[in-house]
């Protein structure tokens, strides 16, 4: 366990932050190995089959994914202030409400996954390997949000290593399944939905049963599972709120590939790699941003405030260079990355996924803030301004779907992402700026009421 209350801000953070960042970015494997495997083997449209489904999954699989994020955040709160038992009936709480939620989820996307794939225009040659690939991915949804919950309970503790030891294992397997299921087997767009499935059941399980050999602290009995109707509600005001501000994020995707739906398989497809690579690169300001959740968490347990605001200003500095330098060589070796996905003899794939990185690469350094201080807010326990801060990424996405796409074509998606960061930094900011006067007032006056 690794307690993020003590020692140099910075450097904790950093420590932290490694094995997430690596952790993230084999977890892009598992999407990238898709879109790899799946372009080179099967072919361009099997690849924008791929990349139409992305929208719509993060829209359903995001809700549990957000949620259970927000689970963790009141785990790593109690974490820091010292209340073990109150640790256990956290993730207890966390398990039976993440149940739920996978059968409720499982339910609803598999029955309606056909109807809005038609109401999004997905095109017709791609539209039933779109639905092949999601009705597996939301048939298994269980092991998808066990895993996350599992892994995130883990990172609440300040243990950031063990998730990533076990995702490089489950990465590995994906490969390796993918390759016999698609290769061998000729399964097609099934067997890389199965292999990815399959290899996230596993990394749950690695991590379910390394609790409970090594993490007494999340190791629940029965007894832990008589919880109360207060403990399901102060989980329910967190967790959901962060839930549903994942799936209004998706929904303005949903709209976006809609729209981007219109333009034909090979916008899909230049958009598809285009984005895959865009959610590598971002992975290091992502990764930050989710250390701050639990940063501010333990510390705010631990009413350590004036910690708090000198990891925010020093997270800050470091998540900008990272994310200034990663733009600069996205946009110098686009062309090459892209080629990975569909080979050298697809120049108009390429070229037009290099439009996306001129708008989006060039500002990663606006996503680098906006992920600091969203999950700083969320790590300090406020839960409505940044799901208003995503209802106004949903706006700006609607409005570059629905406006700038019949405008500018191909060029009008690709300002989507910008305009969304923009959009919800602005909503963040006045909460962030009140957030920290409250924290210096709480330093001056530690007896001072704690409403962050």
């Not at 686009?334 to 996306?356: D, E, R």
């Not at 060039?362 to 409505?384: A, C, H, N, P």
């Amino acid at each position: 366990m690794h307690d993020l209350t003590k020692g140099k801000p910075i450097v904790q953070i950093i420590y932290f932050t490694i094995p997430l960042l690596i952790g993230n970015i084999f977890q892009q494997v598992y999407t990238l190995s898709d879109t790899i495997i799946v372009g080179r083997t099967i072919g361009v449209q099997a690849l924008a089959a791929v990349g139409a489904t992305g929208s719509l999954s993060f829209l359903i699989i995001g809700i549990a994914q957000g949620a259970t994020n927000g689970f963790a955040i009141i785990a790593a709160r109690r974490y820091g202030a010292g209340d073990y038992r109150g640790i256990k009936r956290s993730f207890a709480t966390g398990i039976i409400i993440s149940l739920a939620l996978s059968l409720i989820l499982s339910a609803i996307s598999m029955t309606f996954c056909g109807e809005i794939l038609r109401l999004m225009q997905t095109p017709s040659d791609i539209i039933q390997d779109a639905y092949t690939f999601l009705i597996i991915q939301f048939g298994g949804i269980f092991a998808i949000v066990a895993y996350n919950l599992f892994a995130n309970m883990i990172r609440a503790m300040g243990d950031s290593r063990t998730p990533l030891v076990f995702l490089i294992i489950a990465c590995v397997i994906n490969i390796g399944l993918e390759l016999l299921f698609i290769v061998v087997f000729k399964w097609g767009i099934a067997g890389a939905s199965f292999a990815t499935l399959l290899a996230q059941f596993i990394s749950a399980c690695l991590c379910l049963i390394f609790i409970y050999r090594h993490f007494p602290l999340l190791q629940v009995s029965k007894s832990d599972f008589k919880i109360s109707k207060a403990e399901i509600s102060e989980h329910l005001k967190m967790g959901l709120p962060m839930g549903f501000q994942s799936s209004i994020i998706a929904l303005g995707q949903v709209i976006l590939q809609l729209m981007l739906n219109t333009l034909g398989s090979t916008s899909v497809a230049a958009y598809t790699a285009a984005a895959r690579i865009d959610g590598l690169a971002t992975m290091p300001a992502m990764s930050f941003g989710i250390t701050m959740a639990t940063f501010a968490a333990q510390n705010l347990g631990a009413r350590e405030f004036a910690r708090i605001r000198t990891g925010v200003k020093q997270t800050l500095a470091v998540s900008l260079t990272f994310s200034t330098v990663t733009g600069i060589l996205i946009i110098i070796f686009g062309h090459s990355l892209v080629n990975l996905f569909v080979g050298n003899g697809q120049p108009l794939v390429t070229n037009t996924a290099q439009t996306y990185f001129y708008f989006n690469s060039s500002l990663y350094w606006l996503l680098s803030i906006l992920f600091v201080v969203r999950y700083t807010l969320q790590g300090l326990g406020q839960s409505l301004v940044p799901t208003l801060a995503g209802i106004m990424e949903l706006i700006m996405r609607a409005f570059a779907g629905l406006v700038l796409i019949n405008a500018f074509g191909f060029a009008g998606a690709s300002m989507a992402n910008p305009l969304a960061w923009l959009g919800s930094l602005l909503v963040l900011i006045s909460s962030y700026v009140r957030t920290m006067r409250h924290l210096r007032t709480l330093e001056a006056n530690p007896e001072s009421e704690l409403r962050v």
